[in-house]
Protein backbone atom coordinates (compact mmCIF):
# COMPACT_ATOMS: atom_id res chain seq x y z
CA UNK A 1 0.00 0.00 0.00
CA UNK A 2 1.33 3.58 -0.96
CA UNK A 3 0.99 5.49 2.30
CA UNK A 4 1.23 9.45 2.00
CA UNK A 5 4.35 11.15 1.91
CA UNK A 6 4.42 14.12 5.12
CA UNK A 7 4.96 17.09 3.78
CA UNK A 8 7.98 20.12 5.30
CA UNK A 9 6.29 21.49 8.00
CA UNK A 10 4.84 18.85 9.80
CA UNK A 11 5.92 18.39 13.54
CA UNK A 12 6.91 14.73 12.81
CA UNK A 13 9.63 15.46 10.88
CA UNK A 14 11.24 17.53 13.30
CA UNK A 15 10.86 15.10 16.38
CA UNK A 16 14.01 12.86 17.13
CA UNK A 17 12.75 9.38 16.85
CA UNK A 18 12.41 6.68 18.91
CA UNK A 19 13.91 3.07 18.71
CA UNK A 20 11.89 -0.11 18.14
CA UNK A 21 12.25 -3.95 19.12
CA UNK A 22 11.57 -7.09 17.19
CA UNK A 23 8.43 -7.29 17.88
CA UNK A 24 7.08 -3.84 16.65
CA UNK A 25 3.43 -4.41 15.54
CA UNK A 26 3.01 -5.03 11.56
CA UNK A 27 6.61 -4.83 11.24
CA UNK A 28 6.85 -6.82 8.07
CA UNK A 29 3.75 -4.66 6.32
CA UNK A 30 5.02 -1.77 7.44
CA UNK A 31 8.46 -2.19 5.87
CA UNK A 32 6.94 -3.16 2.48
CA UNK A 33 4.36 -0.62 1.97
CA UNK A 34 7.29 2.08 3.18
CA UNK A 35 9.07 0.13 0.03
CA UNK A 36 6.01 0.77 -2.38
CA UNK A 37 5.75 4.68 -0.93
CA UNK A 38 9.63 4.76 -2.19
CA UNK A 39 9.47 3.17 -4.61
CA UNK A 40 6.31 4.87 -6.38
CA UNK A 41 7.76 8.43 -5.88
CA UNK A 42 10.97 7.66 -6.92
CA UNK A 43 12.91 7.98 -4.00
CA UNK A 44 16.23 6.80 -2.98
CA UNK A 45 15.15 6.37 0.60
CA UNK A 46 12.87 7.08 2.87
CA UNK A 47 12.60 7.51 6.67
CA UNK A 48 9.79 6.69 9.07
CA UNK A 49 9.08 9.77 9.71
CA UNK A 50 8.47 10.85 6.38
CA UNK A 51 5.02 8.66 6.64
CA UNK A 52 4.33 10.19 10.02
CA UNK A 53 6.03 7.59 12.32
CA UNK A 54 8.65 8.51 14.80
CA UNK A 55 10.92 5.47 14.93
CA UNK A 56 13.98 4.90 13.79
CA UNK A 57 13.96 3.02 10.51
CA UNK A 58 14.54 4.17 6.73
CA UNK A 59 15.46 2.24 4.31
CA UNK A 60 17.70 3.19 0.61
CA UNK A 61 18.30 2.15 -3.00
CA UNK A 62 20.24 4.16 -4.69
CA UNK A 63 19.86 2.13 -7.94
CA UNK A 64 18.64 5.24 -9.97
CA UNK A 65 21.74 6.62 -9.15
CA UNK A 66 23.82 4.14 -10.58
CA UNK A 67 23.22 5.12 -13.99
CA UNK A 68 24.51 8.56 -13.46
CA UNK A 69 26.87 8.47 -16.40
CA UNK A 70 28.98 11.06 -14.67
CA UNK A 71 29.90 8.74 -12.10
CA UNK A 72 33.26 6.51 -12.25
CA UNK A 73 32.19 2.78 -12.65
CA UNK A 74 33.75 1.29 -9.42
CA UNK A 75 30.88 4.42 -7.68
CA UNK A 76 28.33 2.93 -10.23
CA UNK A 77 28.50 -0.47 -9.05
CA UNK A 78 28.73 0.25 -5.53
CA UNK A 79 25.27 2.03 -6.30
CA UNK A 80 23.38 -0.31 -8.06
CA UNK A 81 21.35 -2.52 -6.11
CA UNK A 82 22.48 -1.46 -3.12
CA UNK A 83 19.16 -2.12 -1.42
CA UNK A 84 19.32 -1.41 2.46
CA UNK A 85 17.13 -1.66 5.72
CA UNK A 86 18.53 0.48 8.68
CA UNK A 87 17.07 0.02 12.06
CA UNK A 88 18.02 1.65 15.30
CA UNK A 89 20.68 3.07 13.13
CA UNK A 90 23.87 4.95 14.80
CA UNK A 91 26.27 6.70 12.98
CA UNK A 92 29.73 6.08 15.16
CA UNK A 93 31.89 7.64 13.08
CA UNK A 94 32.15 10.51 9.96
CA UNK A 95 35.41 11.16 7.99
CA UNK A 96 37.20 12.71 5.57
CA UNK A 97 36.98 16.35 4.35
CA UNK A 98 32.91 17.74 3.48
CA UNK A 99 31.86 17.61 -0.24
CA UNK A 100 28.78 19.64 -1.31
CA UNK A 101 26.01 17.30 -3.51
CA UNK A 102 22.79 18.69 -4.93
CA UNK A 103 20.07 16.98 -2.38
CA UNK A 104 16.46 16.68 -2.32
CA UNK A 105 13.41 15.11 0.03
CA UNK A 106 10.71 13.65 -0.92
CA UNK A 107 9.14 15.52 1.94
CA UNK A 108 10.56 18.91 0.43
CA UNK A 109 9.42 18.14 -3.74
CA UNK A 110 11.09 20.49 -6.00
CA UNK A 111 13.58 22.16 -3.66
CA UNK A 112 17.10 21.00 -4.48
CA UNK A 113 20.25 22.76 -2.70
CA UNK A 114 23.70 21.92 -2.05
CA UNK A 115 24.61 20.12 1.24
CA UNK A 116 28.21 20.18 2.83
CA UNK A 117 28.60 16.71 4.05
CA UNK A 118 31.77 13.95 5.24
CA UNK A 119 32.47 11.19 2.80
CA UNK A 120 33.32 8.43 4.54
CA UNK A 121 30.70 7.26 7.46
CA UNK A 122 30.54 4.34 9.49
CA UNK A 123 27.11 3.23 11.44
CA UNK A 124 25.74 0.26 13.40
CA UNK A 125 22.29 -0.74 12.52
CA UNK A 126 20.05 -3.82 12.47
CA UNK A 127 18.69 -4.89 9.16
CA UNK A 128 15.21 -6.29 8.39
CA UNK A 129 15.96 -9.37 10.67
CA UNK A 130 17.12 -7.55 13.56
CA UNK A 131 20.97 -8.57 13.00
CA UNK A 132 23.04 -6.66 14.45
CA UNK A 133 25.21 -4.94 11.54
CA UNK A 134 28.35 -2.56 11.44
CA UNK A 135 29.08 -1.56 8.15
CA UNK A 136 31.33 1.19 6.51
CA UNK A 137 30.33 3.74 3.83
CA UNK A 138 31.78 6.23 1.26
CA UNK A 139 30.29 8.27 -1.80
CA UNK A 140 27.07 8.51 -2.46
CA UNK A 141 25.78 5.05 -0.61
CA UNK A 142 27.26 7.69 2.42
CA UNK A 143 25.19 10.45 1.42
CA UNK A 144 21.95 8.67 0.74
CA UNK A 145 22.13 7.20 4.26
CA UNK A 146 23.53 10.38 5.75
CA UNK A 147 20.05 12.40 4.60
CA UNK A 148 17.79 9.50 5.79
CA UNK A 149 19.72 9.56 9.62
CA UNK A 150 19.51 12.73 9.66
CA UNK A 151 15.88 12.44 9.64
CA UNK A 152 15.64 10.04 12.31
CA UNK A 153 17.86 12.73 14.14
CA UNK A 154 14.30 15.20 13.69
CA UNK A 155 16.65 17.15 11.00
CA UNK A 156 15.67 17.98 7.45
CA UNK A 157 18.70 19.67 4.63
CA UNK A 158 17.09 22.45 4.52
CA UNK A 159 18.14 22.87 8.44
CA UNK A 160 21.94 22.73 7.00
CA UNK A 161 21.93 25.76 4.71
CA UNK A 162 22.81 28.69 5.10
CA UNK A 163 20.19 32.03 6.57
CA UNK A 164 20.76 33.43 3.05
CA UNK A 165 19.87 30.13 1.59
CA UNK A 166 17.13 29.49 3.89
CA UNK A 167 15.50 33.35 3.71
CA UNK A 168 15.86 32.98 0.05
CA UNK A 169 13.39 29.67 -0.04
CA UNK A 170 11.50 30.09 2.88
CA UNK A 171 8.38 31.29 0.22
CA UNK A 172 8.13 27.59 -1.58
CA UNK A 173 8.76 25.51 1.81
CA UNK A 174 5.70 27.74 3.18
CA UNK A 175 3.86 26.83 0.03
CA UNK A 176 5.44 23.29 0.44
CA UNK A 177 3.36 23.12 3.82
CA UNK A 178 -0.04 24.12 2.81
CA UNK A 179 -0.07 22.13 -0.42
CA UNK A 180 0.24 24.47 -3.15
CA UNK A 181 2.87 22.66 -5.60
CA UNK A 182 1.95 20.20 -8.24
CA UNK A 183 3.66 16.07 -7.35
CA UNK A 184 2.67 13.06 -8.78
CA UNK A 185 2.71 11.02 -5.45
CA UNK A 186 0.39 11.11 -2.75
CA UNK A 187 1.51 13.80 0.38
CA UNK A 188 0.02 15.02 3.74
CA UNK A 189 0.16 18.46 4.10
CA UNK A 190 0.32 20.02 7.52
CA UNK A 191 -1.61 23.23 7.03
CA UNK A 192 -4.27 21.07 5.58
CA UNK A 193 -5.16 18.36 7.70
CA UNK A 194 -8.73 19.74 9.04
CA UNK A 195 -9.76 19.69 5.79
CA UNK A 196 -11.74 16.95 4.25
ZN1 LIG B 1 14.50 13.45 2.93
Redesign the pocket.
Known amino acids: MILPIVAYGDPVLKKKAKDITKDYANFDTLLENMFETMYNAYGV?L?AP?IGLPIRMFLVDTTPFAEDEDLSKEEQENLNGFKRVFINAKIVEEEGDEWAFNEG????PDVREDVFRKPIITIEFLDENFKAQKETFDGLRARVIQ??YD?IEGI??TDKLSSLKKRLIKGRLTNISKGKINIDYRMRFPAQKKKR
Open positions: GAQCLSIHEHLF
